[in-house]
């Protein structure tokens, strides 16, 4: 039956911005991600790997994205974390709720929930745990 | 939900993020977004609509990237429109043409948005229509509009683009798909893309001789068929000259265009009258949806049966 000719009324449809920064090539996990995602009735907006710092933030900008996800595997991400919000605030989105995933160490957690991210998913995070966090900070009302 | 809708004023201004939030509110067809699409749409027409569509893996992302770059390259400010579909099990998606294009990501002259089609079936979303009206308000020189990948049956981009650019490849069929009504009646410029693959020149044969026993998108223009190989940018100079020719035909045959544009307003206010129903028919369905739902499956009645039962009797 198609989505939008269901007689029942369909909830709130979040988007969820997910990409890689700089030069990291790992995009097993996050392009895994994107599917489970998909199938949570999310709308991803995908960019793959290799992008800028400002294409990214600006891409929260013109997709007017609930959520962002960025996704990890090399030891940069602290640099590119902290660069990343602050492009977002300086261009009026630093409202837009981080989540950051990957190879991502437990001493790193507090610098980061300390720059503003609001989700952390290292190794051994659940599935369930990424699209609850997703459905919930990124279907708030903003 | 987005709770605060801009201002007419801020989307003209040419504010980004002002825009992004109107085009969600269309999507989600917040009552407040209607009244300022209204606004938006009798202060607009003024860029280029140019819709480009093909079937799914015909390379039309890394083309609206090519052209992009040629348009950029002209001065130009360009907005992209990538509609990708929507899962029709459980309404995700994963809208993943932004991949293609993130050489253009932080320059200032190219806006690019994805839609998910959200159950429409012609090949964009129900709220395109919006989106275009939103983004021409900006004062975007060229709005490019792409489609998801389409198979035979999805014109809706017909009811939006000023020229429609299809993308096809030499996998696309033989001489009797080209002949088959749909897509390929009505693309203005056609594009044999992938032209390094075996079968291009026979391809381009079978497209050229439908294209020149067919009646005209437009009196007095021929459709051209190119080669092109979007990978490495070949050929698309030739789309974009087509394109500009385009552009001078509707110039020289004012009638036609006109006809077209009325076609076009005709297929947007019957998409939008259709929508009113919609709304209307799940607003009767949705006290007792779940017994009706019940009973059709059970088979105490009919999908007929059901259908009028939404309506109250005269």
Same mark, same amino acid.
């Given at each position: 039956m198609m989505v939008e000719e269901h007689l029942l009324e369909t909830s709130r449809t979040v988007r969820c911005l997910l990409g890689m920064l700089g030069t990291?090539?790992?995009?097993k996990g996050i392009r895994t991600l994107a599917q489970i995602l998909r199938d949570a009735g999310i709308e991803v907006i995908y960019l793959g790997e290799h992008n800028s710092v400002p294409g990214m933030a600006q891409a929260v900008v013109d997709e007017d994205a609930d959520i962002v996800g960025l996704s990890f595997s090399s030891a940069a991400y602290l640099d590119y974390t902290r660069q990343f919000i602050e492009a977002m605030r300086e261009r009026g989105v630093g409202d837009v709720p981080v989540m950051i995933g990957g190879?991502?160490?437990?001493?790193d957690h507090a610098p980061l929930t300390d720059m503003g991210v609001a989700g952390i998913f290292g190794p051994g995070s659940t599935t369930s745990a990424i699209i609850d966090f997703v459905l919930t900070r990124g279907g708030a009302p903003r | 939900m987005s709770l605060s809708l801009p201002t007419a004023d801020a989307v003209i201004g040419g504010d980004r993020r002002a825009a992004g939030r109107l085009i969600t509110a269309a999507e989600a067809g917040l009552p407040g977004a209607e009244a300022l699409v209204r606004d938006l749409y009798r202060a607009g027409g003024k860029g280029r609509i140019i819709g480009i569509t093909g079937p799914p893996g015909a390379g039309k992302s890394t083309m609206v990237d090519r052209l992009v770059e040629i348009l950029r390259g002209q001065g130009q400010r360009v907005a992209v429109l990538a509609v990708d579909p929507s899962s029709p099990l459980t309404g995700g998606a994963v809208l993943g043409d932004r991949v293609r294009m993130? =050489?253009? $990501?932080?320059?200032?002259g190219v806006l690019i948005r994805s839609m998910a089609a959200?159950? $429409? +079936? /012609? /090949? +964009? $979303?129900?709220?395109t229509g919006d989106a275009i009206t939103v983004i021409d308000a900006m004062g975007f020189d060229v709005i490019i509009v792409e489609t998801v990948g389409v198979g035979q049956s999805e014109v809706d981009i017909l009811a939006h683009a000023d020229v429609v650019v299809l993308l096809q490849t030499a996998? =696309?069929?033989d001489g009797i798909q080209a002949v088959k009504a749909g897509i390929l009646e009505v693309a203005d410029i056609i594009a044999v893309n992938?032209?390094?693959?075996? /079968?291009t020149d026979r391809m381009i044969r079978a497209l050229t001789q439908m294209v020149a026993h067919r009646t005209p998108t437009l009196e007095g223009w021929e459709t051209p068929v190119l080669a092109t190989e979007a990978t490495v940018g070949r050929g698309v100079d030739a789309i974009i000259d087509a394109i500009d020719a385009f552009y001078a035909c509707h110039s020289d045959h004012p009638q036609e265009a006109r006809r077209r544009q009325r076609a076009q307003a005709s297929a947007r206010i019957l998409a939008l009258a259709q929508a009113v129903l919609r709304r209307r028919i799940r607003a009767l369905a949705q006290p007792d949806v779940d017994g009706l739902l019940d009973d059709v499956v059970a088979r105490r009645t009919d999908p007929y049966q059901a259908a009028a039962m939404l309506f109250p009797p005269d």
């Open positions: 990291d090539v790992h995009s190879l991502i160490h437990p001493d | 993130s =050489g253009h $990501a932080a320059d200032g959200r159950g $429409a +079936l /012609g /090949g +964009l $979303a129900h709220a996998h =696309g069929g992938k032209a390094e693959t075996p /079968g």
